[in-house]
């Protein structure tokens, strides 16, 4: 049991929490719970998305950052020392291994799409200074898409500030952007709120979002609220993991785990607060948004109201905000693995790992334009790679993840590492990685693959 890992520790656990915060905070929370929500009876999807949270997603991630405290090295050799450790099988490293690959393959497409904010983010400081900015949003979107030489300048543009971030360590890079960056991200969000409310149909957007139709409720809908409980909280791909191999002892796990599952949650519902409001301002339909919702509908109230341009501007600069903490957290498993495989210094490791991820991303973003003729399995090249990545290989990491630590570690070190709960969390806590969140993932595969 190592105090501490080669890679460098967390300074306190207010650093922990805000870097796993920044981590879980990003594109899933701005664009992806609100429409979510909105195409799953509101209220009834935020109560289930709760439970989820509460029932599964907590213990997985009480799991995942235990796991690597323990171990203190990137997961995959966290997983084959663990193993080692309490005589058992090396291949549960696979579970790392797994995670890499999804961590690769999520970042190349998330990086794509972050591009598209910081692409935004030009257009309306530009017009911000007199030139010309976005007029349609659609065809703005429509246009950006189609230009390979758009995305690509700005996926590389965002590679590199992930990766020059990742290079500086986990104090001076990590944890100094995360200090820097969630207390700004807040900051905007509590403005854009405060628009929101000013706008005269913030309680419209709260009933919308709040008020339960249980007759909403079915299958679909809960499992479309663990999946999101599973991609917002980082879960699945061990990423958790890595963050919480350069967690001190003294720090309580369950504690700042609440602590990085409430921030997850409140930016999840304030940014349905921020954005609502304004479409409905605008007389603009919610429904069956997605990422057009964003990039298309948000730029049409943006042209219309006062202060507009500023707005759009404060809006996908935060989006970006959002989207960088949490790439940081997608390139540091590869990294500290390379780190320590291979004689590469933290920078050079990181520029490897992370020219392989912007490699991968000219495929997503060519799938968009040069190569939008190419479908696998009725989807489009970023839909493919995004299907299996976090559709497929996080859920069963998830599952693999809480098996290894309900069946496979000892009672006595999952007990030791989450002393600060009560015999009657502890064994919940446990129940639920033994048998109720393996067993509930198992449903949602089970799901996709019939459906
Ligand atoms: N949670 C982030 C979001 O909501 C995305 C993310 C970062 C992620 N790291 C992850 C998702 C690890 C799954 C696994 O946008």
């Not at 991609?231 to 369950?254: C, D, E, T």
């Not at 000219?362 to 696998?376: A, Q, R």
């Not at 693999?400 to 502890?426: F, H, M, P």
Request: one cysteine or more; a neutral charge; hydrophobic letters at 55%.
């Amino acid at each position: 049991m190592d105090n501490q890992s080669a890679h460098g520790m967390w300074s306190s656990r207010m650093a922990f929490i805000l870097a796993a915060s920044g981590s879980a905070v990003g594109l899933g929370n701005i664009w992806r719970f609100p429409y979510l929500a909105s195409d799953n009876g509101g209220g009834a999807f935020v109560l289930v998305y709760l439970a989820c949270i509460l029932a599964i997603g907590l213990p997985i991630l009480f799991a995942e950052v235990l796991i690597g405290r323990h171990g203190r090295k990137s997961p995959i050799n966290t997983l084959l020392g663990l193993s080692r450790e309490t005589g058992h099988s090396p291949l549960w490293a696979v579970i790392g291994v797994m995670g890499m690959i999804s961590a690769i393959l999520i970042l190349s497409f998330y990086s794509v799409v972050a591009g598209w904010t910081l692409h935004y983010a030009w257009l309306y400081l530009q017009q911000l200074l007199g030139g010309p900015g976005i007029t349609d949003g659609g065809a703005t979107f429509g246009g950006m898409l189609g230009s390979p030489k758009t995305l690509l300048i700005w996926h590389s543009v965002f590679m590199v500030l992930t990766i020059g971030v990742v290079a500086m360590g986990v104090e001076k890079g990590l944890e100094r952007s995360v200090k820097f960056l969630m207390p700004a991200l807040f900051l905007v969000l509590l403005i854009l709120v405060g628009y929101g409310v000013s706008t005269g149909h913030f309680g419209k957007a709260a009933a919308f979002l709040f008020t339960p139709d249980f007759s909403k409720i079915n299958g679909d809908v809960v499992l479309a609220a663990l999946g999101q409980a599973f991609f917002s909280l980082s879960l699945g791909l061990a990423g958790m993991m890595a963050y919480g191999a350069y967690l001190p002892r003294s720090v309580s796990i369950p504690q700042a785990g609440v602590a990085i599952a409430i921030t997850d949650t409140s930016v999840a519902l304030l940014a349905g607060l921020a954005i609502f409001p304004v479409l409905f301002n605008f007389g603009i339909s919610p429904t069956g948004g997605g990422p057009g919702l964003i990039f298309t509908s948000l730029p049409m109230a943006f042209a219309d109201m006062w202060g507009g341009i500023a707005y759009g501007l404060a809006f996908f600069l935060l989006l970006m905000v959002a989207a960088w903490t949490s790439s940081i957290s997608l390139l540091e498993p590869p990294t500290a693995y390379l780190v320590e495989r291979t004689r590469l210094t933290r920078a050079n490791a990181a520029m490897l790992a992370g020219l392989l991820v912007w490699a991968i991303g000219i495929v997503t973003l060519l799938g968009f334009n040069v190569w939008s003729e190419v479908k696998i399995g009725g989807k489009d090249l970023q839909g493919a790679i995004e299907f299996v990545a976090s559709d497929i290989m996080l859920p069963l990491g998830g599952m693999l993840i809480a098996l290894y630590a309900g069946w496979v570690l000892d009672q006595k070190l999952t007990r030791n590492e989450l002393s600060q709960l009560s015999d009657g969390l502890y064994t919940a806590w446990r129940w639920s990685v033994r048998v109720v969140s393996p067993l509930l993932v198992l449903l949602i595969l089970v799901q996709k693959f019939s459906g």
